[in-house]
Structures are given as C-alpha cells and as structure tokens.
C-alpha cells in the first residue's frame, strides 16, 4: 500500500507564497511520479504540477514562472512552492503518486486526503 500524508496548506493573501509538502509512504511499492492537482467544488481535478522520479518536470500553463515542483527521493517526497499566489487558486490541492510493484507492469495511482489552499483579495 501507498499512504500520502500532505501539509502545509492555509490561508494566504494574494501575491503571497505557500510551500505544499507530500510524503508517500510504500510498502513493496516503488514510487515513479508524483505531482499535486487541484479541485474546487462542482469541477474537476486539473493537474497543476508533475515530477517523474527523474527529475523531469511538466506544469499547468497558468502555473509556469510562479510555481515550482521538487522532489526527495530518497525521502519519497513532493514539494510544490507556489508564489504570487491568485484568489482564483483557492480551491482543494491533493497529491498525486503513482507506484509500481517489482515484476509488474501494472501502474497504481494513489491521492492524499487533499488540503485546502484559501487565497484572498
């Protein structure tokens, strides 16, 4: 099983900066991607920033310059920083993770509880 724990969500005001932290737990599992999303009510879950085991990085369009995705391995940890935060981005941040088993071509796809990002104006 993979269990991800997140923190580090609140309430910001706008133009101001949070630091999002993901750490997945696995047992048996290996972690490959890891990435955060977000969601507010009544839509969907849209991916804001992506990170592969390697190092490779891909983000929303309208997260680019302002937010960054890093990763410990070793640590099986994601980190979002988000600065010049928009009212528009509040809304529910949950981190992805997808795992694999030794011998097993079959990817599994993991979700934190979420955590609640609140940017006022």
């Known amino acids: 099983q993979v269990q991800l724990v997140e923190s580090g969500g609140g309430l910001v005001q706008a133009g101001g900066s949070l630091r999002l932290s993901c750490a997945a737990s696995?047992?048996?599992?290996?972690?490959?991607?890891m990435g955060w999303y977000r969601q507010v009510p009544g839509k969907q879950r849209d991916l804001v920033a992506r990170i592969t085991s390697g190092g490779s990085t891909n983000y929303a369009d309208s997260v680019k310059g302002r937010f960054t995705i890093s990763r410990d391995n070793a640590k099986n940890t994601v980190y979002l920083q988000m600065n010049s935060l928009k009212p528009e981005e509040t809304a529910v941040y949950y981190c992805?993770?997808?795992?694999?088993?030794?011998?097993?071509?079959?990817?599994?796809?993991?979700w934190g509880q979420g955590t609640q990002v609140t940017v006022s104006s």
């Open positions: 696995a047992s048996f599992f290996s972690i490959n991607a």
């Open positions: 992805n993770a997808q795992a694999t088993k030794r011998y097993s071509p079959d990817v599994y796809n993991y």
